[in-house]
């Protein structure tokens, strides 16, 4: 199978990068349409996944079929299986003798120094990829974040200036720590493939420690720490009154800071305001640039929306657009997540993308009402999905009682909550205004005795209101 996928990367992938770090991983298994694939080191991986992850996925969905993924584990074992495939070794030789012999069976290893790394460190790896989609590019700039969006780029360009290393980036949940930081990873790696991008969340940073302690493997750890060119630490708040891991963190950071290795730092708050931590660390993370991320302005969620819309290849009107930028305001992860939430709503209930939909789709999203006006439209078109009816359905002459009684409900909520007077309301249905009080009157009787019509009254008045 794995010859198969090889083959499909002709044309996808560039035949140099499959013979350097496509065709070296050892296929292990194929579970579930998932074929997984093992490298050596954790940059290997890294590297493999932030380069190839889409290209090589379609080579595999292309080589075995629709639904096949991919996954790369690490295990350190494969460098020697590389080498000796018919007599694996049991244990990594020592450190200079296997990159001795790796420079031999190697030739071209002096642009692939990231294979030559851990073949001797089977620390465990806790360390994540790069998102690939949190770029540069990716990244909208305005008033609220233009001053660490300047910082990382200056970072990006110069990495280990004295004057921003480190890089403290803080605040709110859901404003772009982690996306610049990440921005920043990709930039070095683009610029220079071979320098070693470590991300890690602060708590798996700890979870890593802690585990190394145990199964006594420091020197691994160390040794993984120590030579990597750029540390990207994220969430650092929670060091908060874990002093070995601190103590340890404080040399990991000394150790990195004074060969000039770039490290970025974010957490929830300024450094001086994470609980528990010790002062050298504060001083120490404070000593570059400190910079702060504040929620973006409604130009900026316009703009955020924009883009996302974009890169969806989804069209979104002026007005949806506006219409979500200005409910929700606090968080992108949660603007994201609206526009995400609106976009499978209205694909998978076959509406149009509009202020309609938005409210039916984001509901309790929205906070507040803010001059929102409901109109006999959106009524309709949410009446009209619930019942599974059209709306010529509802303003046509049809008087059988699946298309009757949601007609009689959306005249009653129209009266119920909008401005509409009757004749109006009558004239959206194709009907007089006694008709409208006729329906207005029975369906307030029907709330009153039967609980269903009620409660179904009181969901989709939740749903027009958005609230
Ligand atoms: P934090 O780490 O501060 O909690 P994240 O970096 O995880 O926040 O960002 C949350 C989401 O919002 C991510 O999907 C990210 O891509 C997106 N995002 C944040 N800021 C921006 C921005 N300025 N432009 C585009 N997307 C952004
Ligand atoms: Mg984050």
């Known amino acids: 199978e794995w ?50 992850l889409v290209l090589l996925g379609d080579a595999v969905q292309q080589a075995l079929g629709a639904g096949y993924t991919f996954k790369i584990i690490v295990d350190p074992a ?31 290893q002096g642009s692939l120094p990231l294979a030559s790394e851990g073949t001797h460190a089977p620390a465990p790896d806790d360390a994540t990829t790069l998102n690939s989609k949190y770029t540069f590019d990716a990244f909208v700039m305005g008033r609220s974040n233009q001053f660490p969006y300047a910082m990382a780029k200056a970072v990006a360009d110069a990495p280990g200036l004295p004057a ?23 930039k070095i790696l683009a610029d220079h493939p071979e320098k070693r991008v ?21 020197d691994a750890f160390r040794e993984k720490y120590y030579n990597i060119d750029m540390l990207l630490i994220d969430d650092i708040q929670f060091f908060a009154g874990q002093e070995q891991t601190q103590t340890e963190f404080f040399q990991t950071f000394n ?35 400190v910079v702060d991320i504040q929620p973006p302005e409604f130009e900026t969620r316009v703009a955020i929306l924009q883009k996302k819309a974009q890169t969806e290849q989804v069209d979104i009107p002026e007005d949806v657009v506006t219409y979500i930028a200005s ?24 509406m149009p993308i509009d202020e309609t939909t938005c409210v039916a789709a984001l509901g309790n999203y929205l906070h507040g009402e803010k001059g929102r006006r409901i109109t006999m439209e959106m009524i309709e078109r949410i009446v009209c999905t619930h019942f599974k009816v059209t709306s ?60 269903a019509t009620k409660a179904l009254i009181e969901s989709l008045t939740i749903q027009i209101k958005g609230i």
């Open 78 to 108: 494969i460098a020697d299986a590389q080498k000796e495939p018919s007599a694996q070794k049991e244990a990594p030789a020592e450190k200079t003798e296997t990159a001795e012999a790796e420079e031999e069976s190697a030739p071209t």
């Open 198 to 218: 470590l991300y890690i969340a602060s708590m798996d940073f700890t979870n890593e420690f802690i585990r190394s302690i145990r199964e006594k493997s420091m």
């Open 327 to 350: 409910r929700v305001d606090s968080n992108i992860r949660e603007l994201e997540g609206a526009l995400t939430r609106l976009i499978k709503y209205a694909s998978m209930m076959r």
């Open 255 to 289: 150790k990195l800071r004074d060969s000039g290795k770039q490290i970025i730092l974010t957490s929830d708050r300024q450094p001086q305001d994470v609980k528990d931590l010790e002062d050298r660390l504060i001083s120490r993370f404070a000593g570059g640039a």
């Open 392 to 451: 010529e359905d509802i303003r046509s002459t049809k008087r059988s009682n699946d298309i009757a009684y949601p007609r009689q409900i959306a005249m009653f909520l129209c009266h119920e909550l909008t401005e509409v007077s009757w004749p109006t309301i009558g004239g959206f249905f194709n009907r007089d205004h006694s008709t409208v009080i006729h329906a207005h009157k029975k369906i307030q009787n029907l709330t009153e005795s039967d609980g």
């Open 3 to 52: 010859q198969k996928v090889l083959e499909k990367t002709v044309g996808i992938i560039h035949e140099d990068a499959v013979k350097k770090w496509i065709a070296p991983m050892i296929p292990v298994a194929l579970e579930n349409k998932e074929l997984i694939l093992a490298v050596d080191t954790i940059f290997t991986k890294q590297y493999i996944e932030q380069r190839y």
């Open 164 to 186: 921003h290393n480190p890089l403290f980036i803080y605040g709110g949940v859901g404003l772009g720590k982690t996306h610049l930081m990440h921005a920043v990873g990709h």
